[in-house]
């Protein structure tokens, strides 16, 4: 029986001067992705998906057509994307208006709502209300799809945002999941994954590779992305992954 794939969202975090990516090292007693470095993620919370949840920049309903889902799905999504990102790196794509964003994320009581939102005693809608915030989803792109292969047991089919790390805002090492975290060029990552320094999973390794074209901020979000939704599939133990011909064209 092949185990249904949950919706997630996972953010690729960039910094400028040089152009580098941020990283998460999943502590070794994940179930899933244990000790990998991976981007920000996680599942879509069923309340991601609250229309009370205040927004700005484009639209779920444009989001649905950029991912080929549907709108509840996309907001969800979208949401997920923001929030997670906030959970495990401390940013936080949200702001007063549609033209702000907020400039620092380190009190203690920032520390106090981020803890709420991973233990679910916080929805985000309740989140960015009590703080008088929207969400800006036109900080993020739409970059890719992957779902996990179907003789996994643990499955997601996930949905990859590019994002920047908003001026005046910092990461930091928040715990939880991860017992690492590190600002990493792309290339650099895949070489000390090639010579197995560190371990990548093939959706991250992938999409190191296709940012690892650009130098800066601006031209990854400039880029024409064309989202292809990719499944590998595990033949004699080795993950495959393959993409239609007329997907890269």
């Known amino acids: 029986m092949i185990t249904p794939a949950r919706d997630a969202a996972t953010v690729v975090l ?9 990283l998460l090292k999943r502590t070794a007693t994940m179930a899933f992705a244990a000790g990998a470095y991976v981007f920000p993620g996680g599942s879509v919370d069923p309340r991601d998906s609250d229309h ?7 639209s779920p309903a444009e989001w649905g057509e950029a991912f080929l889902a549907d709108e509840r799905t ?45 233990g679910r005693t ?9 703080r008088g915030l929207v ?5 993020l792109k739409a970059w890719g799809h992957w779902i996990t292969p179907e003789v996994e047991t643990r499955r997601f089919d996930t949905r990859f945002f590019v994002a920047a790390l908003p001026p005046g805002q910092r990461t930091r090492e928040v715990g939880g999941e991860a017992d690492a975290v590190a600002w990493m060029k792309p ?22 590779t296709e940012v690892a074209a650009f130098e800066t901020i601006d031209g990854v979000f400039q880029h024409d992305q064309k989202i292809i939704t990719i499944m590998p599939i595990v033949k004699d133990g080795e993950i495959i992954v393959t993409v239609a011909p007329e997907d890269i064209a």
């Open 14 to 22: 960039l910094r400028d001067d040089p152009l580098e990516v941020y």
């Open 52 to 58: 009370a949840v205040t927004w700005a920049g484009p």
């Open 74 to 118: 996309a907001r969800g999504l979208v949401c997920a994307a923001v929030r997670e990102t906030f959970e495990e790196s401390g940013v936080l794509l949200a702001g007063p208006d549609a033209a702000t964003v907020v400039a620092d994320t380190t009190g203690e009581d920032w520390e106090a709502d981020r803890l709420a939102l991973i």
């Open 122 to 130: 916080l929805s985000f809608a309740d989140f960015l209300d009590r």
């Open 135 to 139: 969400l800006r989803s036109d900080l």
């Open 187 to 208: 290339g650099i990552a895949l070489a000390r994954a090639m010579a197995g320094d560190i371990l990548i999973m093939p959706p991250t390794f992938h999409t190191l």
